[in-house]
């Protein structure tokens, strides 16, 4: 069982920059793959980027990819997505996500945070 806090969400210029951050609480003595998804408005859920727990596999949606960078620190037990070149379409709810880390990436997330904001003007 894992609890998923997202925290960083904001309002920001299209170009801009915007870091987001995801930390795990519970069963944080087993391996998770953690990522995130968004949805917008009116749009479907869609994925965005996962990464592995030991951090050399990484996943990302055609759409952010060369602009969006996950991260994690294990000590922290914590997972990052930050954002540049930020564009309108980029303008969603961005919710944490975690599996065990059993192979990647993961074809389902059992947990989910709660979602964080991020809106971009332009």
């Known amino acids: 069982q894992v609890e998923l806090t997202e925290s960083g969400g904001g309002l920001v210029q299209a170009g801009g920059s915007l870091g987001l951050s995801c930390t795990a609480f519970g069963d944080t003595f087993s391996s998770y793959t953690m990522g995130w998804f968004r949805q917008a408005p009116g749009k479907e859920r869609e994925f965005v980027a996962a990464i592995s727990w030991s951090g050399r596999n990484t996943d990302y949606a055609d759409s952010v990819k060369g602009r969006f960078t996950i991260a994690r620190d294990n000590a922290k037990n914590t997972v990052y997505l930050q954002m540049n070149s930020l564009k309108p379409e980029d303008m969603a709810v961005y919710y944490c996500?975690?599996?065990?880390?059993?192979?990647?990436?993961?074809?389902?997330?059992?947990?989910w945070g709660q979602g964080t904001q991020v809106t971009v003007s332009s």
């Open positions: 996500v975690a599996d065990r880390d059993e192979h990647f990436p993961p074809d389902e997330y059992t947990y």
